[in-house]
C-alpha cells in the first residue's frame, strides 16, 4: 500500500540525534545505497524498510517509527550493520528504537513480538547469552500456546539444534551490568 507523503513543517533533529545516541551510530553517513535492503531477511515482513526507516528517523518522524511493524519484526540479525559501506550500525538503531518505543509507552500492534523480546533479554540475563530451549519455554508459557510448533521443536533436537542444558559465560556479572538494575533481577520492558 502506499504510503502517506509527509508533510513537513520544519525538521527537528533531536529524534535522530537520540537515536544516534543511544545506538552509537551515525544515521547521517547512510547514503540509502539499499544494501541492507537488499540483504535483510525480514525486510518483506515490514512496514517500513531499513532504509526507510533511517529516513524517517531522519526527518524527525518519531511517531511513524515508534508505531511502525519494522522496529519489531527486526530480529538483530546483523546482517545490515555488517554490509553497510558507510558503517551504520542499522541494527543498534532498530534496537534504540525499540527502547525508546517502550520507554513511550508505545507498545507493539503484535503483543507476542514483546513477549518473545523480553525471553530473550531474560535469557541474555540468566545465561549471559541466549539459551533457545529456554527462549522457547518462556516465551510459550507467556503467550499461553504451549503446543504449537511442538514439531519443529522435535525436528531441532533431533538434528541437535536444541541444547538441553545452557552454557552460561564466564563473566556474567559484566553482561547483567548491561541490564536496567545492573543485577540481572530487574524488570524486562514492557512488563
Ligand atoms: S547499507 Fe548503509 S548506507 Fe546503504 S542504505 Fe543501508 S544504512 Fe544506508
Ligand atoms: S538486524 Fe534487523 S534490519 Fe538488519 S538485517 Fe537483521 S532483521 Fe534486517
Not at 28 to 34: I, T
Not at 66 to 93: E, F, H, K
Request: aromatic share 6%; charged share 25%.
Amino acid at each position: 500500500m502506499p504510503k502517506p507523503a509527509l508533510k513537513l513543517k520544519k525538521l527537528d533533529k533531536s529524534f535522530a540525534d537520540k537515536v544516534n545516541r543511544l545506538a552509537h551510530t551515525d544515521s547521517r553517513m547512510c547514503f540509502q545505497c539499499r544494501a541492507c535492503y537488499n540483504t535483510c531477511p525480514f525486510v518483506q515482513a515490514m512496514d517500513y524498510s531499513p532504509p526507510a526507516i533511517l529516513r524517517l528517523v531522519l526527518l524527525g518522524q518519531e511517531k511513524t517509527v515508534l508505531n511502525s511493524t519494522t522496529i519489531w519484526t527486526c530480529v538483530g540479525c546483523n546482517t545490515c550493520s555488517t554490509i553497510c559501506p558507510q558503517r551504520v550500525d542499522m541494527a543498534a538503531v532498530m534496537d534504540a528504537l525499540r527502547q525508546i518505543a517502550l520507554e513511550q509507552g508505545v507498545m507493539p500492534a503484535q503483543p507476542e513480538a514483546l513477549i518473545f523480546h523480553n525471553a530473550i533479554l531474560d535469557s541474555i540475563k540468566k545465561y549471559g547469552r541466549t539459551h533457545k530451549l529456554d527462549v522457547m519455554i518462556r516465551y510459550k508459557v507467556k503467550n499461553l500456546d504451549l503446543f504449537s510448533d511442538v514439531d519443529v521443536g522435535l525436528k531441532m533436537f533431533v538434528k541437535r539444534k536444541l541444547d538441553m542444558l545452557p552454557s552460561r559465560v564466564k563473566n556474567l556479572v559484566q553482561v547483567r551490568s548491561l541490564f536496567p538494575n545492573g543485577n540481572g533481577n530487574g524488570k524486562s520492558y514492557g512488563k
